[in-house]
């Protein structure tokens, strides 16, 4: 079992920049691929990006690429959305996602199996 725990979220203009981190609690988390999720009030949750075990392969939504990038630090246990650009439309709470089981590309919440609390991204215009 893992227990996730995000940061780094805030208040911005749009045109600037944050950078979530999740942090991830056991000794196996070289073991998971992990995700970044988000939903934004009366939405459903959305896929942002996912990682593999080792970082060597990554995925992002359409939305984001070319801004926002995934990456991971085994060392730290921790995975990280680099978020550039911002603009309105990311406003959400956004959410790290692992799983033992990931199967394509990660795109799709059922292929998680463990979530983190959310932190809040709000970006002004």
Excluded: H
């Excluded at 075990?53 to 359409?62: E, V």
């Excluded at 690429?65 to 990456?71: D, E, Q, W």
Aim: glycine fraction near 12%; proline fraction near 2%; include cysteine.
């Amino acid at each position: 079992q893992v227990q996730l725990v995000e940061s780094g979220g805030g208040l911005v203009q749009a045109g600037a920049s944050l950078r979530l981190s999740c942090a991830a609690s056991g000794r196996t988390f070289s073991s998971y691929a992990m995700g970044w999720f988000r939903q934004a009030p009366g939405k459903e949750r959305e896929f942002v990006a996912a990682i593999s075990w080792r970082g060597g392969r990554t995925y992002s939504a359409d939305s984001v690429k070319g801004r926002f990038t995934i990456s991971r630090d085994n060392a730290k246990n921790t995975v990280y959305l680099q978020m550039n650009s911002l603009k309105p439309e990311d406003t959400a709470v956004y959410y790290c996602a692992a799983t033992q089981r990931w199967v394509g590309t990660g795109t799709r919440p059922g292929e998680y199996d463990y979530w983190g609390q959310g932190t809040q991204v709000t970006v002004s215009s």
